[in-house]
């Protein structure tokens, strides 16, 4: 059999196809119709697309927000309620969703970025911060039940320039990594030793019936009760020293230095800095 393929030649019809093809308007009977259809079709088509464009423009101009803004204003807040918060020691007065979570109003709202969100269901203690003193997960606190409290977050626990004694500790020991859980490790540190001061007892606690004295904190005591505060990178025994050094008073040595480049290029910047403090100065 031959490849070759003759495309003048008819194809072969049975007798019924033959008899089908004879009963078929013309091209050009029906010509009209389909070209009046094809129209139709698409007039109608681009109708149901203008439609969707002005419902989705519509939709975008409820959610714009201003260029400027960095965070999310406060419109079209649904269930909402006035709350003031002592947040740092300041007075804030917000208008809230009543469902809004501690942690999204100091992040979105209040710009407190420092406390975190790792999971956001309480179970890694990223986001903790300290309400009236005692710690709690802010990603399971609403705001709204803050009403009038002090909550104290990473960014207020330092005085200026000076880092609260926890703060200076984790750096001293080493006590973080990539620093997320950080803030979070670091207020509920602050606050447990609150905790253990004011006698009260943990799972570990060998005689519960001694409190309200002050329980030891052995590094176990340590561990249970910081076990809510998830380091990723691994950096337990460093932060154990850290809260270790605080609660007992007792400096410990530094375990690292910089590098000597790395002095020698912080001195030389703290020359230039210096050489043009100087220069400032006199002129
Ligand atoms: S973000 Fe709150 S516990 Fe993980
Ligand atoms: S320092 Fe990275 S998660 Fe703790």
């Given at each position: 059999m031959s490849d070759d393929f003759d495309e003048t030649s008819e194809p072969d019809l049975t007798a019924d196809e033959e008899a089908l093809l004879k009963e078929l308007p013309t091209l050009t009977d029906v010509g009209q119709a389909r070209r009046k259809f094809i129209g139709q079709s698409i007039a109608g088509g681009l109708g149901i697309f203008a439609l969707t464009l002005l419902e989705q423009e519509k939709v975008l101009a409820a959610l714009a927000i201003s260029p400027d803004a960095m965070f999310a204003p406060?419109?079209?807040?649904?269930?909402s309620v006035k709350v003031v918060l002592k947040i740092n020691g300041a007075t804030k007065s917000l208008e809230l969703d009543?469902?809004?979570?501690l942690l999204d109003a100091l992040r979105e709202r209040l710009e407190l970025t420092g406390s975190k969100k790792g999971c956001d269901h309480g179970q890694c203690g990223a986001c903790t911060v300290i309400v009236d003193g005692r710690r709690v997960l802010s990603c399971l606190t609403?705001?709204?039940?803050?009403?009038g409290k002090e909550v104290t977050t990473i960014e207020g626990l330092a005085q200026g320039d000076n880092l609260h004694p926890m703060q200076a500790a984790f750096i001293k020991n080493d006590g973080?990594?990539?620093?997320?859980c950080t803030p979070g490790q670091i207020c509920s540190a602050v606050a447990m030793l609150t905790e253990a001061k004011n006698g009260e007892a943990s799972y570990v606690t060998a005689d519960v019936r001694q409190t309200p004295r002050s329980v030891a904190l052995t590094d176990d005591e340590i561990r249970e009760r910081m076990s809510g505060n998830i380091c990723r990178c691994g950096a337990y025994p460093n932060i154990i020293k850290a809260i270790q050094e605080v609660h007992s008073g007792k400096q410990a040595a530094q375990s690292w230095s910089f590098h000597k480049a790395e002095s020698n290029l912080a001195d030389a910047i703290n020359d230039v800095l210096t050489k043009e403090a100087t220069s400032d100065a006199t002129v």
């Amino acid at each position: 059999m031959s490849d070759d393929f003759d495309e003048t030649s008819e194809p072969d019809l049975t007798a019924d196809e033959e008899a089908l093809l004879k009963e078929l308007p013309t091209l050009t009977d029906v010509g009209q119709a389909r070209r009046k259809f094809i129209g139709q079709s698409i007039a109608g088509g681009l109708g149901i697309f203008a439609l969707t464009l002005l419902e989705q423009e519509k939709v975008l101009a409820a959610l714009a927000i201003s260029p400027d803004a960095m965070f999310a204003p406060a419109v079209g807040v649904e269930n909402s309620v006035k709350v003031v918060l002592k947040i740092n020691g300041a007075t804030k007065s917000l208008e809230l969703d009543s469902r809004m979570v501690l942690l999204d109003a100091l992040r979105e709202r209040l710009e407190l970025t420092g406390s975190k969100k790792g999971c956001d269901h309480g179970q890694c203690g990223a986001c903790t911060v300290i309400v009236d003193g005692r710690r709690v997960l802010s990603c399971l606190t609403l705001a709204a039940t803050c009403e009038g409290k002090e909550v104290t977050t990473i960014e207020g626990l330092a005085q200026g320039d000076n880092l609260h004694p926890m703060q200076a500790a984790f750096i001293k020991n080493d006590g973080f990594q990539c620093g997320y859980c950080t803030p979070g490790q670091i207020c509920s540190a602050v606050a447990m030793l609150t905790e253990a001061k004011n006698g009260e007892a943990s799972y570990v606690t060998a005689d519960v019936r001694q409190t309200p004295r002050s329980v030891a904190l052995t590094d176990d005591e340590i561990r249970e009760r910081m076990s809510g505060n998830i380091c990723r990178c691994g950096a337990y025994p460093n932060i154990i020293k850290a809260i270790q050094e605080v609660h007992s008073g007792k400096q410990a040595a530094q375990s690292w230095s910089f590098h000597k480049a790395e002095s020698n290029l912080a001195d030389a910047i703290n020359d230039v800095l210096t050489k043009e403090a100087t220069s400032d100065a006199t002129v």
